[in-house]
């Protein structure tokens, strides 16, 4: 079974494209956000802008780790081992690497894992 790797990797860059954007459009608004709420007028509006703020970094958090699976993937290609399993060798099945482009693992091993991906 041969894969149309050409395939993956647009969709890989298209995803990493799509969260850099993110990234820099919630930078710029928290930067704003910032400003705006430099004097909090009461406690309750100071509550409510920190809980905002953690929200947001935790996106972040989790759009930054993703960008790192992408670019993990993106040298799998180059090296020529993209859609191998990293636990059992197994090829990954096409239907799921367009569905998670940057998983690392089989379905079936994914899910004894339990990890999400
Ligand atoms: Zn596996």
Redesign the pocket.
Known sequence: MTLDIELYRKLLLDKKKGLLRNLLEEKELSEKVGEEWLEPKDIEDLAHVTLDELSRSVLAEHELSLVKEIDIALKKIERGEYGI?E??G?QIKPERLKLIPWTR??A??SREIGGGL
């Open positions: 399993c636990r059992c197994a693992y089989c079936k091993c």
